[in-house]
C-alpha cells in the first residue's frame, strides 16, 4: 500500500514563504506523476502544480504560476512544494497526491492521497 504523508505547513505572514514536502512509501515513486492540489474553505478541491516522473515537465495552474515551485528527489522518495509571495487567497489544506494514469490536473485521475497539511496565510 503506498502512503504518502506531507509535512510543512503553518501560519504565515502574507508575503512570506512555505516549503511543503511529502513523503512517499513504496519503490514505485520515481514512477509516479505527482500532483500538489489545495481545498480552501467552503470550496472545491482544486489543482496547483504537477510534476513528471523524471522531474523534466511541471505544470501550474494560472493562480500560482510564478510564486510556487514543483520539484522532486527520487532518491528520497520525497515530493516538494516552494511556496514564495504567498497571498490569504492561498490559505487552504494542501494534499499531495501520485500515480496519475491520465491527465496531471484532474484530481479523479490520481490513485494515492495524502491526508493533507494546513497552510494559513494572514493579511
Known amino acids: 500500500q503506498v502512503q504518502l504523508v506531507e509535512s510543512g505547513g503553518g501560519l504565515v505572514q502574507a508575503g512570506g514563504s512555505l516549503k511543503l514536502s511529502c513523503a512517499v512509501s513504496?519503490?514505485?515513486?520515481?514512477?509516479?506523476?505527482m500532483g500538489w492540489f489545495r481545498q480552501a474553505p467552503g470550496k472545491e478541491r482544486e489543482f496547483a502544480a504537477a510534476?513528471?516522473?523524471?522531474?523534466?515537465?511541471?505544470y501550474y495552474a494560472d493562480s500560482v504560476k510564478g510564486r510556487f515551485t514543483i520539484s522532486r528527489d527520487n532518491a528520497k522518495n520525497t515530493l516538494y512544494l516552494q511556496m514564495n509571495s504567498l497571498k490569504p487567497e492561498d490559505t487552504a489544506v494542501y494534499y499531495c497526491?501520485?500515480?496519475?494514469?491520465?491527465?496531471?490536473?484532474?484530481?479523479?485521475?490520481?490513485?494515492?492521497w495524502g491526508q493533507g497539511t494546513q497552510v494559513t496565510v494572514s493579511s
Open positions: 497526491a501520485a500515480d496519475s494514469r491520465r491527465s496531471y490536473y484532474n484530481q479523479y485521475d490520481y490513485n494515492y
Open positions: 513504496g519503490r514505485a515513486f520515481s514512477t509516479y506523476e
Open positions: 510534476i513528471s516522473w523524471n522531474g523534466a515537465m511541471t
